[in-house]
């Protein structure tokens, strides 16, 4: 019988082909050749089939820095089998790094930060360079925002920053920043905070309508009230923003050397669902000492002061400043130090290490891309604070000008310095009532929104602000101000960020971290400033001067009622002054310990002195040369 290959072949009970006896095999040259041979072979893989199957070696690809430790064993003098067997790859790969190593180093000291997930093909310098760029740029883009940069932008930025790093080269290769580089760049930088045009946020929205079961969830679980749900979250101020229409702004950029970023400060604000209480604002600014406070007791300001080269949010805040303000808070209204905080994702959080930093404190942090639509805080309440913060500069500079006719804004705006800032702050953060602080929690926990008597909306605050600030500025006048529109005033309360130049991120790429400023040497200090204490001749000086302007008040008014509820306010406002006054004369008064040490003569104690020049007692010593008489000699 002669099969051919295209024949049915006769199976067993498993499937597979039964092997032929000699007579059924064809007849040909090689027992092994022919159809007989392959018949064999699948018999033999059928047969394997029932074996345990080995397991397959995974192929690993070596990031750039295992490289570098393989190309370090090889420089001390390791050979490429000895090190293939300390990591567990072949040999030949070891070669094959041993032979790229300029490449690969160059790739390390030129591209991707160490945790970056890279392949093993070294890619051009020029795009390494661009890339590691626009990775910086997007981090300061969205670190602040906490939001998303559009793909398009992108893509744009992308091919600027490349036409920058390749300026002066030949043979350039062109760029076309492409789709599918897009997709590749952020799997290499594990970058999430873009999005492709037009895409939906439905998935944003989904994950925000889940954040908010479960947090209603824990609250009723954990029985938290009102007052012991928090929530915190940072925005960036350009603290002497006036309008980018306005001949300040144009005027200003326009100097030479001028950066946007040094008028910057971060801001973290903090307030309980119940709208009665709000922390000290957290203010992170770029000096360590300007000196506009110089001499200052940082723990004595509106504002809890940090300081940071790039104005970027540290996480001591929760340590240092939330839990010891909350935990008082609390037991001033009776209530068990349980607190829940909430805040987003941001990496200045630190989530991992707040998760669990403190016993009665439980952190829940926000999906990626929800804040816009479930913080509270982003629901305008730091919309409303900065519009107090423009009104209130606005203000100042008016008053500034109807006091010395010769002042300009240009001189008011250049002498605004950190000090006032932090002044304007304290009065704006004051200034957000209650009812506006408790109304935004609505879009995550509704059930906590009380009914406020003749309650304003935020909405409605916000407008009235923006009013406000329009008037100011038509009565300051000049160009931008005489015809300011209400999209002036919402793009200084808008949220943005300092967009870095191509040299600030090639500043960046050379260090590692943020820009330097060259501010930084004039205003900050090498050391800190010492803190003069007052004394008690200053707050006399001050003291003796009020009573003058009283008592020239009381004479010069016709309205006795009137100068007289001056000096009843005044005074108090000076009373904590007149305790200090108080205190140290005290002090000045009482005898030092160590008088009382002192050798006494003649049974007689030291009297303490009453005069503030001098506190040493005046002894008599017996005369030393006096010759002892008759009667003690014997």
């Known amino acids: 019988m002669s099969l051919s290959r295209g024949a049915s072949e006769p199976k067993d009970r498993r499937g597979c082909p039964q092997r032929q006896s000699s007579t059924e095999r064809p007849s040909g040259g090689c027992s092994d050749g022919g159809w007989g041979g392959s018949a064999f072979k699948m018999t033999a893989k059928c047969s394997a089939e029932v074996l345990p199957a080995v397991p397959k070696r995974k192929k690993a690809v070596m990031c750039l820095m295992e490289k570098i430790r393989v190309l370090d064993k ?16 072949n040999e030949s790969t070891i070669r094959y790094i041993k032979k790229k190593e300029k490449e690969i180093r160059r790739s390390v000291r030129e591209a991707a930060p160490e945790s970056a997930k890279v392949t093993s093909i070294v890619r051009e310098e020029a795009m390494e360079k661009m890339e590691k760029r626009l990775n910086l740029w997007i981090h300061e883009m969205t670190t602040d925002k906490k939001g998303v940069v559009d793909s398009i932008v992108v893509r744009l930025k992308a091919k600027e920053i490349y036409g ?14 492409s789709a599918g580089w ?4 952020k799997r290499r930088y594990g970058v999430k905070n873009i999005k492709l045009a ?16 479960h947090l209603l969830s824990v609250i009723e679980e954990k029985g938290y009230v009102e007052e012991q749900v928090f929530t915190a979250d940072e925005t960036g101020l350009f603290y002497k923003d006036v309008g980018k229409r306005t001949y300040i702004t144009q005027m200003a950029s326009q100097a030479p050397g001028f950066k946007s970023s040094q008028d910057y400060a971060t801001l973290l604000l903090c307030a309980n669902a119940k709208g009665d209480f709000k922390c000290k604002p957290l203010m992170v600014y770029r000096a360590q000492n300007p000196q506009a406070v110089t001499g200052k007791s940082v723990n004595h300001m509106p504002v809890h002061w940090r300081w940071n080269k790039k104005a970027w949010m540290t996480s001591d805040w929760f340590h240092n400043c939330f839990i010891p303000e909350v935990e008082c808070y609390l037991q001033g209204r009776n209530l068990a ?14 989530c991992e290490e707040l998760r669990n930093a403190h016993p009665n404190v439980e952190v829940l942090f926000m999906p990626p891309n929800t804040t816009s639509l479930i913080q509270p805080l982003d629901q305008g309440i730091i919309k409303a604070f900065k519009a107090h913060y423009t009104r209130e500069l606005y203000s100042k500079a008016l008053e500034a000008l109807k006091a010395n006719k010769e002042t300009t804004m240009m001189d008011y705006w250049k002498s605004v310095t950190i000090r006032n800032v932090i002044d304007y702050v304290g009065t704006a953060w004051d200034s957000i009532k209650q009812a506006t602080i408790n109304n935004c929690w609505k879009s995550v926990w509704p059930d906590c929104v009380e009914n406020f008597e003749g309650f304003e909306s935020v909405t409605e605050s916000i407008k009235n602000s923006v009013k406000n600030i329009m008037h100011i500025a038509r009565q300051i006048s000049g160009e931008g101000f005489d015809d300011m529109k209400e999209d002036d005033v919402e793009e200084i309360l808008a949220e943005k960020a300092v967009e870095p130049t191509n040299e600030d991120l090639d500043e960046m790429a ?32 001050w003291n003796s001067a009020l009573e003058k302007i009283f008592n020239d008040m009381e004479e010069c008014d016709p309205m006795l009622d009137r100068s007289l509820k001056f000096k009843h306010l005044t005074s108090t406002a000076f009373a904590p002054y007149a305790e200090m006054l108080k205190d140290l004369r005290q002090k000045a008064k009482q005898t030092r310990l160590t008088q009382f040490f002192e050798p006494v003569w003649e049974g007689k104690l030291p009297v303490p002195s ?3 020049e001098s506190q040493t007692p005046k002894v008599e010593l017996p005369d030393v040369n006096m010759p002892p008489s008759s009667s003690s000699a014997e």
Not at 198 to 213: I, L, P, R, T, V
């Open 337 to 350: 130090f349980k607190v829940l905080l909430i805040l987003d994702d941001a990496p200045v959080h630190c």
């Open 74 to 89: 090889l420089r001390s003098g390791m050979s490429c089998s000895a090190v293939g067997r300390e990591f567990n790859v």
């Open 182 to 185: 897009l997709a590749r760049f």
């Open 164 to 177: 920058h790093v390749t300026q002066g080269q030949k043979n350039v290769k062109p760029f076309s920043a």
């Open 198 to 213: 037009g895409e939906a946020s439905s998935a944003d929205q989904e994950a925000a309508q889940e954040f908010k079961k």
């Open 510 to 541: 050379k260090h590692g971290t943020g820009v330097s400023n060259d501010e930084d040497s004039d205003e900050s200090q090498t050391k800190t400033s010492r803190i003069v204490p007052l004394t008690v001749a200053k707050i006399s000086e």
């Open 610 to 612: 009453t005069s503030q």
